[in-house]
């Protein structure tokens, strides 16, 4: 059969469309097979077992844990959230001190010393130096902008660096941000209550404790400040909370302190002193080390150096020049001086002061540094090296206006024993002034003679008493002047026995000396106990003409803040005690001890010069107080624990130390002379007194109840048992 269909035409269609000339027949694809992957022999026995238990616990613990890890995130989350809407304003954070300051300032205005929590105003992130922020996060927290409050990295190394070093993981390195130091600090918002009877040192140690328990609130606590309170907030608070050393509270505080200068305003090494204080504040201190406080600083600015805040040529600008304190600061003048002042300030508003407080006084710096230098200079060319000896002094005018004082031979310190205000001493030959000013006020006159001869006077109930001379030798008949000039004992007693001894106390009580004056003869002797501010404040009394002296210290005390002044000067010129004729008289016969008698160490520059040499029994005090027409100074030296001076009298040391302390004070400033008359002729004869007559029995009674009414002895009054003083000396 013939394939009819070889060379026929394709239809029309086909060629329209070339459909059936393109396609081919195809195959359907049959789809890919799965391939599965072969399981493993499923293991039995022991082996089996034990893996699916393993699994199984592995499984459990996952799902406990997660579940276990949410729950605690969501309780610390609520927690977090909860304390963060308790915390206060942040105002309300940034002074938080238990009691207020005192900043003290000499007679010029000027700052020299402070006490209680010095609190320099409020600063903030924006306000202080960049120099001083970036050397907080260098030193304190590195990772303070980018953690949450706490950092794990850091509690790590704490940890790791604790059990390396054979502490507890708890102990020494805590590991804490910034925001943490911030929560401890704040005491986790537990504010000091002094009604609790805790004390504020107690309180601060409650606030520190590094337990457990603790340190998962401190943490809580820090986390929901992060939440509340922005990263320069939590600065803010840092810098004004931190206690920097010296009663310094803020940074603000710290660099007024320390450099006389606002936070804002220090250079990258100032700034790096004031951050390492934050570590150890009383350590690192400049005022107690500055050494010390450098060194700490120089490793600050390289860290500030390595995290970028300072480039290297700023780092070894610092490091060339080290912070130095301002000079308020590094001569911390008048410690004795300022405590002297608290002290007899009124408690509420110095030593118990909840307010801020600006006390002006009566100091000058430059007599501070003379009678200080004065002081040390003699320590170190003539007392034998080691000796333990100590010496006060205090220079005030004639008003009582205390110009310096000296409580002993370490001068920069504070809460000290102030053995110019506070030691109780017998005063010897320098009480012998009272008895020269109650005879010349009667009418005696320095010219006038006694005596000088063996006494024995006849004490009842006590026996014969016999006072002798220093140098045990006597003169004969001489001046009252010539018995003050060479400071002769049997003299003295004459005319204090003659004049009455009643009115030698009421003259030297009138002058200032408070302290129990002895009853019996050796009154006259120095036997009675005061401290050399009194006796320096007494002898003002002389040369003002014959008032009495307060001693003071404070001129005006007032608030921070406030313009108008609370009190005013606490001392000053009070009632007449003796005659002007008899003072200016008594000056002359002083000056005479100066210039030609026992006090002839004392003499300088040519001035007129009047004072007194003072040595009491074994010499275990001993004292020169003088004036000069511009300035009144007292100097007492011995030991603390009463042991004997050697080879010391008060016409030695004492008056070389008020020698080389006057010469400094009066550099620069005009002579002027003493007030003082020559004494116009004699009148009076002392021969010796007679033996005093024992009361009776019911004359006792009277007398005592006498005393106790009107205040003071009569002269009259069985006197007591009376030591064998030899005191005055040439």
Same mark, same amino acid.
């Given at each position: 059969?013939?394939?009819?269909?070889?060379?026929k035409?394709?239809?029309?269609?086909?060629?329209?469309?070339?459909?059936?000339?393109?396609?081919?027949?195809?195959?359907?694809?049959?789809?890919?097979?799965?391939?599965?992957?072969?399981?493993?022999?499923?293991?039995?026995?022991?082996?089996?077992?034990?893996?699916?238990?393993?699994?199984?616990?592995?499984?459990?613990?996952?799902?406990?844990?997660?579940?276990?890890?949410?729950?605690?995130?969501?309780?610390?989350?609520?927690?977090?959230?909860?304390?963060?809407?308790?915390?206060?304003?942040?105002?309300?954070?940034?002074?938080?001190?238990?009691?207020?300051?005192?900043?003290?300032?000499?007679?010029?205005?000027?700052?020299?010393?402070? /006490?209680?929590?010095?609190?320099?105003?409020?600063?903030?992130?924006?306000?202080? %130096?960049?120099?001083?922020?970036?050397?907080?996060?260098?030193?304190?927290?590195?990772?303070?902008y980018?953690?949450?409050?706490?950092?794990?990295?850091?509690?790590? %190394?704490?940890?790791?660096?604790?059990?390396?070093?054979?502490?507890?993981?708890?102990?020494?390195?805590?590991?804490?941000?910034?925001?943490?130091?911030?929560?401890?600090?704040?005491?986790?918002?537990t504010?000091?209550?002094?009604?609790?009877?805790?004390?504020?040192?107690?309180?601060?140690?409650?606030?520190?404790?590094?337990?457990?328990?603790?340190?998962?609130?401190?943490?809580?606590?820090?986390?929901?400040?992060?939440a509340?309170?922005?990263?320069?907030?939590?600065?803010?608070?840092?810098?004004?909370?931190a206690?920097?050393?010296?009663?310094?509270?803020?940074?603000?505080?710290?660099?007024? /302190?320390?450099?006389?200068?606002?936070?804002?305003?220090?250079?990258?090494?100032?700034?790096?002193?004031?951050?390492?204080?934050?570590?150890?504040p009383? *350590?690192?201190?400049?005022?107690?080390?500055?050494?010390?406080s450098?060194?700490?600083?120089?490793?600050?600015?390289?860290?500030?150096?390595?995290?970028?805040?300072?480039?290297?040529?700023?780092?070894?600008?610092?490091?060339?020049?080290?912070? $130095?304190? #301002? $000079?308020?600061?590094?001569?911390?003048?008048?410690?004795?001086?300022?405590?002297?002042?608290?002290?007899?300030?009124?408690?509420?508003?110095?030593?118990?002061?909840?307010?801020?407080?600006?006390?002006?006084?009566?100091?000058?710096? /430059?007599?501070? /540094?003379?009678?200080?230098?004065?002081?040390?200079?003699?320590?170190?060319?003539?007392?034998?090296?080691?000796?333990?000896?100590?010496?006060?002094?205090?220079?005030?005018?004639?008003?009582?206006?205390?110009?310096?004082?000296?409580?002993?031979?370490?001068?920069?310190?504070?809460?000290?024993?102030?053995?110019?205000?506070?030691?109780?001493?017998?005063?010897? %030959?320098?009480?012998?002034?009272?008895?020269?000013?109650?005879?010349l006020?009667?009418?005696?006159?320095?010219?006038?003679?006694?005596?000088?001869?063996?006494?024995?006077?006849?004490?009842?109930?006590?026996? +014969?008493?016999?006072?002798?001379?220093?140098?045990?030798?006597?003169l004969?008949?001489?001046?009252?002047?010539?018995?003050?000039?060479?400071?002769?004992?049997?003299?003295?007693?004459?005319? %204090?026995?003659?004049?009455?001894?009643?009115?030698?106390?009421?003259?030297?009580?009138?002058?200032?000396? $408070?302290?129990?004056?002895?009853?019996g003869?050796?009154?006259?002797?120095?036997?009675?106990?005061?401290?050399?501010?009194?006796?320096?404040?007494?002898?003002?009394?002389?040369?003002?003409?014959? #008032?009495?002296?307060?001693p003071?210290?404070?001129?005006e005390?007032?608030?921070?803040?406030?313009? $108008?002044?609370?009190?005013?000067?606490?001392?000053?010129?009070?009632?007449?005690?003796?005659?002007?004729?008899?003072?200016?008289?008594?000056?002359?016969?002083?000056?005479k001890?100066?210039?030609?008698? =026992?006090?002839?160490?004392?003499?300088?520059?040519?001035?007129?010069?009047?004072?007194?040499?003072?040595?009491?029994?074994?010499? *275990?005090?001993?004292?020169?107080?003088?004036?000069?027409?511009?300035?009144?100074?007292?100097?007492?030296?011995?030991?603390?624990d009463?042991?004997?001076?050697?080879?010391?009298?008060?016409?030695?040391? +004492?008056?070389?130390?008020?020698?080389?302390?006057?010469?400094?004070?009066?550099?620069?400033?005009?002579? =002027?002379?003493?007030?003082?008359?020559?004494? *116009?002729?004699?009148?009076?004869?002392?021969?010796?007194?007679?033996?005093?007559?024992?009361? #009776?029995?019911?004359?006792?009674?009277?007398?005592?109840?006498?005393?106790?009414?009107?205040?003071?002895?009569?002269?009259?009054?069985?006197?007591? #048992?009376?030591?064998?003083?030899?005191?005055?000396?040439?």
């Open positions: 059969m013939k394939n009819t269909t070889r060379g035409r394709p239809l029309v269609a086909d060629k329209r469309s070339g459909a059936a000339s393109r396609k081919k027949p195809t195959t359907p694809r049959k789809p890919p097979v799965k391939r599965r992957k072969p399981t493993p022999p499923r293991r039995g026995g022991i082996v089996g077992l034990f893996l699916w238990i393993i699994r199984f616990i592995v499984r459990l613990f996952w799902a406990v844990t997660w579940r276990g890890t949410l729950a605690l995130v969501v309780v610390i989350g609520l927690w977090v959230g909860y304390t963060a809407t308790t915390l206060p304003d942040l105002e309300e954070l940034l002074d938080g001190r238990a009691r207020g300051s005192v900043t003290l300032k000499d007679y010029q205005g000027a700052t020299f010393a402070w /006490r209680g929590d010095q609190f320099g105003g409020v600063v903030t992130a924006q306000t202080v %130096s960049p120099n001083l922020l970036h050397a907080i996060v260098a030193t304190e927290d590195k990772r303070f980018k953690h949450v409050g706490v950092s794990p990295r850091g509690i790590a %190394s704490a940890i790791r660096i604790n059990l390396r070093e054979g502490r507890g993981p708890l102990d020494g390195h805590g590991g804490s941000t910034i925001t943490q130091q911030v929560a401890k600090l704040l005491c986790l918002g504010p000091y209550d002094p009604t609790t009877g805790q004390s504020e040192k107690e309180y601060e140690q409650e606030c520190r404790r590094g337990t457990l328990q603790r340190k998962i609130y401190e943490a809580v606590y820090a986390m929901a400040m992060e509340k309170y922005s990263k320069d907030d939590i600065l803010t608070i840092y810098m004004n909370r206690f920097l050393g010296a009663g310094a509270r803020g940074f603000e505080a710290a660099s007024q /302190r320390y450099f006389g200068k606002s936070a804002a305003n220090v250079t990258p090494a100032e700034a790096a002193m004031l951050a390492g204080l934050l570590v150890a009383t *350590r690192f201190a400049p005022t107690n080390d500055l050494a010390r450098q060194n700490r600083a120089a490793t600050i600015i390289r860290l500030m150096n390595e995290q970028g805040y300072l480039t290297n040529a700023q780092a070894a600008e610092a490091q060339a020049n080290p912070a $130095e304190l #301002s $000079e308020a600061a590094a001569a911390r003048a008048g410690g004795y001086f300022a405590d002297w002042v608290m002290s007899s300030g009124p408690e509420f508003f110095t030593r118990q002061t909840t307010e801020d407080v600006i006390i002006r006084t009566t100091l000058d710096q /430059r007599i501070q /540094r003379a009678a200080e230098e004065g002081l040390r200079w003699i320590f170190e060319n003539k007392v034998r090296e080691g000796s333990k000896a100590q010496a006060a002094i205090v220079v005030m005018d004639a008003d009582g206006a205390v110009r310096a004082m000296v409580g002993g031979r370490e001068n920069q310190v504070a809460g000290a024993f102030n053995r110019a205000t506070q030691a109780l001493r017998q005063t010897g %030959s320098a009480f012998k002034p009272f008895v020269y000013a109650t005879a006020d009667l009418g005696y006159s320095p010219l006038d003679t006694v005596e000088d001869a063996p006494l024995t006077i006849n004490i009842p109930g006590s026996g +014969p008493w016999s006072p002798k001379n220093y140098t045990n030798r006597y004969g008949t001489v001046t009252l002047a010539k018995a003050l000039e060479e400071s002769l004992n049997i003299p003295a007693v004459k005319i %204090s026995e003659y004049v009455g001894r009643d009115l030698v106390r009421r003259v030297a009580s009138g002058f200032g000396i $408070e302290s129990d004056l002895a009853a003869p050796a009154l006259a002797l120095g036997a009675s106990e005061s401290t050399l501010i009194e006796m320096t404040g007494a002898y003002a009394g002389f040369l003002n003409g014959g #008032s009495s002296v307060t003071y210290g404070l001129t005390l007032r608030l921070l803040g406030d313009d $108008e002044p609370l009190m005013g000067t606490g001392g000053g010129i009070g009632e007449r005690v003796i005659q002007e004729e008899a003072a200016r008289q008594l000056v002359w016969m002083m000056e001890v100066v210039s030609e008698g =026992t006090g002839a160490r004392a003499q300088f520059g040519g001035r007129e010069i009047a004072g007194k040499t003072g040595t009491t029994q074994a010499a *275990r005090d001993a004292w020169f107080i003088g004036f000069t027409g511009n300035y009144v100074a007292g100097v007492w030296m011995g030991y603390d009463n042991t004997p001076l050697t080879g010391v009298t008060g016409g030695g040391l +004492p008056a070389e130390i008020w020698r080389e302390v006057m010469v400094r004070v009066h550099e620069g400033v005009p002579d =002027t002379p003493l007030p003082m008359d020559a004494p *116009r002729g004699a009148q009076h004869v002392v021969d010796t007194p007679v033996e005093q007559p024992r009361p #009776s029995t019911t004359e006792n009674i009277i007398n005592n109840l006498l005393r106790d009414i009107l205040g003071g002895g009569g002269g009259n009054a069985s006197p007591s #048992s009376q030591p064998q003083i030899n005191g005055g000396e040439r």
